[in-house]
């Protein structure tokens, strides 16, 4: 089977331990986790995992349904990069130097990056964008001697117009109604 990128969301409550947990599905599969980010969710007291991965269908079925059966995992999805808009934040730091240089300065407005911070030592840049675009600006800036270099996990949200979770929440309400009125 082909193996293609995958962004895995994951729901839960901010449990300590729940990060291992969901990483030693990973381990146990062999699958190297590409990304990882993890932060607050549109839904109060809800945190949201983004993690990417390369695998194949098959496999992706059976990582989501083992991260689903963790107590503490509200609910797992999976998307391709077509129902998905992500971006990536890289960080770059330049010698104030070499800032100075034209060549230095069309590269950084080329890529549509921004300067954070300018030190007499240092110079910090920023861009937002995919790992192919972060990692092509480093390749250009490093000509000039990169200082050091930092890409963040993957961000992401879903083309669908509302959020997965909350249709999953709105379901289960709809069936438990249900249930207590029979």
Same mark, same amino acid.
């Given at each position: 089977?082909?193996?293609?990128? *995958?962004?895995?969301?994951?729901?839960?409550?901010?449990?300590?331990?729940?990060?291992?947990?969901?990483?030693?599905?990973?381990?146990?599969?062999?699958? !190297?986790? @590409?990304?990882?980010?993890?932060?607050?969710? +549109?839904? @109060?007291?809800?945190?949201?995992?983004?993690?990417?991965?390369?695998?194949?269908?098959?496999?992706?079925?059976?990582?989501?349904?083992? &991260?689903?059966?963790?107590?503490?995992?509200?609910?797992? *999805?999976?998307?391709?990069?077509?129902?998905? /808009? *992500?971006?990536?934040?890289?960080?770059?730091?330049?010698?104030? @130097?070499?800032?100075?240089? +034209?060549?230095?300065? +069309? &590269?950084?407005?080329?890529?549509?990056?921004?300067?954070?911070?300018?030190?007499? /030592?240092?110079?910090?840049?920023?861009?937002?964008?995919?790992?192919?675009?972060?990692?092509?600006?480093?390749?250009?800036? !490093?000509?000039? !001697?990169?200082?050091?270099? /930092?890409?963040?996990?993957?961000?992401?949200?879903?083309?669908?117009?509302?959020?997965?979770?909350?249709?999953?929440?709105?379901?289960?309400?709809?069936?438990?109604?249900?249930?207590?009125?029979?």
């Amino acid at each position: 089977m082909e193996k293609k990128l *995958y962004t895995i969301t994951v729901f839960s409550e901010n449990t300590p331990g729940l990060l291992n947990q969901i990483t030693i599905v990973f381990t146990r599969r062999q699958l !190297n986790i @590409e990304t990882l980010s993890v932060s607050p969710s +549109s839904i @109060e007291g809800i945190h949201k995992f983004t993690i990417s991965v390369y695998c194949d269908a098959d496999m992706i079925e059976k990582v989501i349904k083992q &991260i689903d059966k963790r107590i503490d995992v509200i609910k797992a *999805y999976y998307n391709v990069d077509e129902e998905l /808009v *992500y971006q990536e934040i890289a960080l770059y730091k330049v010698s104030t @130097e070499d800032l100075l240089d +034209s060549k230095l300065e +069309s &590269i950084i407005r080329k890529y549509n990056a921004r300067i954070l911070e300018v030190d007499r /030592v240092y110079t910090i840049i920023e861009m937002t964008g995919h790992t192919e675009e972060t990692q092509q600006l480093f390749e250009e800036l !490093n000509k000039f !001697n990169v200082l050091q270099f /930092v890409r963040s996990g993957r961000i992401s949200i879903t083309k669908s117009p509302i959020e997965q979770l909350n249709d999953y929440l709105d379901k289960r309400e709809i069936r438990r109604k249900e249930i207590e009125g029979k």
